[in-house]
């Protein structure tokens, strides 16, 4: 038997990790790929949090199917606009994209 | 220790040591497949979790159609991608402090809460497949934010195609 007290600690260590990434990496990919840890860390909660309160209620199962779908979204979007991106300028770095800076 | 235990011990560490890779490898095609090496991990945790169809959906979701699609766009922005100057920020430290901070502050947060040590009831011959189906697709239930969820999905996709098409 595994306390739910593991797997918040997991997805919070995975939830820093993809924080710092976020924050510190310099190209456009890295960050997305960031983002992905962080909403997977997200999903590990919300499941956990079903199977350890009521298990009729599918709340948390339902809520992890959204996550994927604005997931899938977010990277398809992400990767469109670094792909225009990187025709328009040639870089994917994030601190070179700069045009809207005033 | 159970076998259990065990072996969510080991995806755990899987899952932390290849997260930390993703963030910290200069090579985005590695940092890539360290990402399909957590989502592995992931896939696991929900397996431990009793959730199979949610085991089944992130392999075949996030491993077989998203990072695939990382990958993909990894290669066709590969110009830049390797070892030219530092991967990270000058100001990394200050984001490592924070992400220390963020998860020191959720534990002492979370050790706090009564529910943080509690046991799971079981699940006894429950289908929960059944269930989760029917949430989905009950008006009194689901229905309504799944449905929004595609609507979502396919505008996604319809932009994703009208920002990255090649107009000239």
């Known amino acids: 038997m595994i306390p739910l007290s593991w797997f918040l600690l997991l997805s919070a260590a995975l939830f820093s990790i993809g924080l710092f990434g976020v924050m510190a990496r310099k190209n456009a990919v890295a960050i997305l790929l960031s983002v992905e840890l962080m909403l997977n860390s997200v999903n590990i909660n919300l499941v956990a949090f079903w199977r350890y309160g009521n298990i009729a209620q599918m709340s948390g199962q339902v809520f992890a199917i959204i996550v994927f779908a604005v997931a899938a979204a977010e990277v398809a979007v992400g990767l469109a606009l670094v792909i225009s991106v990187y025709r328009r300028f040639n870089t994917v770095v994030a601190d070179e994209i700069d045009l809207m800076k005033w | ?168």
Do not use: C
Request: hydrophobic share 65%.
């Open chain 2, 1 to 168: 220790m159970t076998a259990l235990q065990i072996i969510f011990l080991i995806s755990a560490g899987v899952i932390l040591v290849s997260a930390v890779m993703v963030v910290t490898t200069r090579n985005m095609v590695h940092a890539a497949l360290w990402l399909v090496a957590t989502l592995f991990g992931v896939a696991v945790i929900f397996a431990v979790l009793e959730a199979g169809f949610l085991a089944v959906v992130q392999v075949v979701i996030y491993i077989g159609a998203i990072a695939i699609m990382f990958i993909f766009a990894v290669m066709l922005t590969s110009r830049e991608m390797r070892d030219k100057g530092p991967q990270m920020n000058q100001r990394a430290w200050l984001a490592g402090i924070v992400g220390v901070l963020i998860f020191g502050s959720l534990v002492l947060l979370l050790s706090t809460w009564d529910g943080f040590n509690v046991l799971p009831s079981a699940i006894g011959d429950t289908d929960t497949l059944k269930l989760l189906g029917n949430a989905l697709l009950q008006p009194s239930a689901y229905l309504l934010p799944f449905e929004v969820a595609s609507v979502l999905l396919l505008a996604a996709l319809v932009g994703a195609v009208y920002v990255a098409s090649n107009r000239n």
